[in-house]
């Protein structure tokens, strides 16, 4: 069945559907050249102004429907792959150390997950899920810095993770909300590894990287390196937080603050640049503590909507020292204006990438590149250790009961 990919954003909505196509049906070439076939694209913005994330489930379903039927779908999916992000996102680095035996034992699988376990249990608040635990190296006696531990020996093993937490009545909204349109959610991704999957060419996969996602009212700042999130961070700061400040100062509606935030520190009006000036001491102030005591980045790519407004990546070139560069998924070029196009990229790069490991699983799964690698735990499925606060099932009973067993959990 197509794939529905939804970017539940805190000004809009977008989606990408589409399936897996390989290149040798058409070309005869090596079936590792997997693309994605894009079948439709939507955008959908709610219908008011606001600084809020929407925790309205009958205005979220609504705008998720509007979504879906522009991109007019000849059948209605029946599941949904969700990219989420919140100003009220949790993020920790933890370390956890897991004992095994007296004696030196094989490390498995299971190892893991209790080790994850572990690292989330420590620092994870109680009323929130892990929407991504990124492990960025394992050391126990007798290695250190091992990626996979999996068939070494040790005692001990112990492990540094990045852990980003969700609230759950954030999630539970979406649930709702997904409900109500009649889809099932097959998994939650946090925006910042959707953005990566899109704007990080594949030259700069295995390097330092600053990503910088603009939205509504959320900003998120991150460190990609070498296919991990080392740290990041979530601001309750975005372009409809500046709309509001013009707005105010400037005495303008708030359509009209909404054009003139455009111009940005590039706008003739004294009062513009003064509140952009401003509204972008909370943001330099985060990206410098990101940036603080830690290897400089190699390149910094901006982008959601907000990147759009003038002077904006100029001015994180500035305070990042590093070059700056706008970005996008190379499947968004052509789908309209650029504003539309920033939009509809993190859902169509995450879209790609599931269809490139969806195609690599059927046929080799070694042949996955570093270019999968990113969400590789997402996509399999795992469950406390990975990337994803829910993974769905495709049977009916799994599905019900794992809705029954998260009730359970979340009330008692």
Same mark, same amino acid.
Request: hydrophobic share 45%; with cysteine.
């Given at each position: 069945k ?25 070309t ?8 994605c ?12 102004l ?7 489930q !009958? ?6 429907e509007?979504? /879906? ?8 999916? &029946? ?9 009220? /996102?949790?993020h ?14 094989t ?16 620092? /994870? ?12 190296g ?17 005692t001990?093993?112990?492990?540094r ?18 409900d ?20 990080v ?10 990503l ?19 740290r990041s ?8 937080t ?12 708030? &359509?009209? !603050? ?23 001491? /909370?943001v ?47 499947? !968004? ?9 920033m ?13 490139? !490991? ?50 359970l959990?979340?009330?008692?």
């Amino acid at each position: 069945k197509p794939l529905v990919v939804l970017d539940i954003g805190s000004t809009k909505v977008a989606c990408a559907v589409g399936r897996p196509a390989c290149a040798a049906v058409a070309t005869g070439r090596p079936t590792e050249q997997a693309t994605c076939e894009v079948l439709g694209t939507g955008t959908a913005s709610y219908p008011t102004l606001k600084s809020t994330w929407p925790c309205d489930q !009958a205005l979220l379903a609504r705008t998720i429907e509007q979504a /879906l039927e522009e991109a007019h779908l000849t059948s209605w999916p &029946d599941r949904a792959i969700v990219i989420l992000t919140h100003p009220a /996102l949790s993020h920790r680095a933890v370390t956890a150390q897991l004992d095994l035996a007296d004696e030196p034992v094989t490390i498995r699988g299971r190892d893991l997950e209790r080790l994850h376990a572990q690292a989330v249990s420590q620092v /994870l608040e109680v009323d929130r899920e892990p929407l991504l635990l990124d492990p960025l190296g394992y050391a126990g006696n007798g290695f250190d810095a091992a990626g996979d531990p999996r068939g070494l020996v040790a005692t001990r093993m112990q492990g540094r993770f990045q852990l980003i937490g969700i609230p759950m009545a954030v999630k539970r909204a979406v649930l709702q909300a997904l409900d109500v349109v009649g889809l099932e959610l097959d998994r939650v991704v946090y925006s910042l590894q959707a953005v990566a999957a899109a704007c990080v060419e594949e030259p700069w996969r295995s390097k330092r990287v600053l990503l910088v996602d603009l939205g509504g009212c959320c900003t998120d700042l991150a460190l990609w390196d070498n296919g991990h999130l080392v740290r990041s961070t979530s601001i309750p700061w975005g372009g409809m937080t500046i709309v509001e400040a013009i707005a105010t100062d400037a005495r303008m509606t708030m &359509d009209h !603050a909404l054009t003139a935030s455009l111009e940005g520190l590039n706008s003739p009006h004294p009062i513009i640049r003064k509140v952009f000036n401003e509204q972008l001491r /909370l943001v330099e102030s985060s990206l410098r503590q990101l940036l603080e005591g830690t290897a400089h980045p190699e390149r910094a790519i901006v982008t959601g909507r907000g990147a759009l407004i003038g002077g904006l990546v100029e001015w994180v070139e500035q305070i990042s020292h590093t070059k700056a560069v706008l970005g996008r998924s190379p499947l !968004a070029k052509g789908l309209g204006d650029l504003g539309r196009q920033m939009a509809l990229s993190p859902s169509l790069g995450l879209l790609q990438l599931v269809c490139q !490991a969806t195609a690599s699983s059927h046929d080799a799964p070694n042949r996955v590149g570093r270019s999968t690698s990113v969400l590789r735990h997402s996509l399999a499925g795992e469950d406390i250790a990975g990337s994803v606060g829910i993974r769905g099932s495709g049977r009916l009973i799994d599905r019900l009961l794992a809705r029954t067993r998260h009730i359970l959990v979340e009330y008692f």
